[in-house]
């Protein structure tokens, strides 16, 4: 069933109602679109080996840590000002608009060029490192993947949808802590082992309430 409306925010959502919004924004169908692409590339590739599934494994295995290094060091970098020129990425600013109002659905998904760029990124290398042409697509059908989870969750997360499990429970309660509570901590949006390796998994209760939850800019711009 359809929802009434598109508002990700209406009270009482339901699950299937969240996944057909999520599945009307331009992010989701441009990801699902290039994830099928890759997947029957790989299909096309062939020569499948053992070691296609030790590529998923670790992949999935890295992605806490990856999405805890993305998050801090590309989301959250502060604009900079070097002699004459401001340096500002795209990335670092529309994650400070989402802090600055986190129900706002705009700004919810990731852009799609810092998506095409870091496709180009994760396609480049594994042709440069990967042994064979089919083990390098397989890290491009597990990375686009996960960026899939990665988008449904983050949905999830800020949507009002109420989680009944409590794995997402758990997902949604860590992610608005990181949004309302302090920007410092609770960096994993799909897993928290990053966050627990690199001790920003604090109880909550130990963490003050940061000024800044919503600018992001803890020293200000030169």
């Not at 440069?128 to 491009?140: H, S, Y």
Request: aromatic share 10%.
């Amino acid at each position: 069933m359809k929802p009434n409306n598109l508002d990700p925010r209406v009270s009482g959502l339901r699950l299937r109602e969240a996944f057909w919004i999520f599945c009307q924004q331009r992010s989701a169908r441009n990801i699902a679109v290039l994830l099928t692409f890759v997947t029957v590339l790989r299909l096309l590739v062939g020569d499948f080996t053992v070691g296609d599934l030790w590529i998923v494994a670790a992949l999935v295995a890295l992605h806490p840590l990856s999405e805890w290094l993305i998050h801090v060091f590309l989301l959250h970098l502060e604009p900079r000002t070097l002699g004459r020129f401001r340096i500002d990425t795209r990335a670092g600013r529309d994650h400070r608009s989402h802090h600055a109002d986190p129900h706002d659905p705009r700004f919810w998904f990731i852009p799609a060029s810092s998506g095409l760029v870091g496709f180009v990124v994760i396609a480049t290398l594994a042709r440069w490192f990967a042994p064979t042409p089919g083990l390098a697509v397989t890290v491009m059908v597990t990375g686009v993947a996960l960026a899939l989870v990665y988008e449904w969750t983050h949905f999830l997360c800020h949507s009002s949808y109420r989680a009944k499990g409590r794995w997402l429970r758990r997902r949604q309660r860590l992610h608005r802590l990181h949004h309302f509570k302090n920007e410092a901590y609770w960096f994993g949006v799909t897993m928290h082992a990053g966050d627990l390796v690199l001790r920003t998994l604090p109880d909550p209760r130990t963490v003050p309430t940061s000024p800044t939850c919503k600018t992001l800019l803890r020293r200000g711009v030169d």
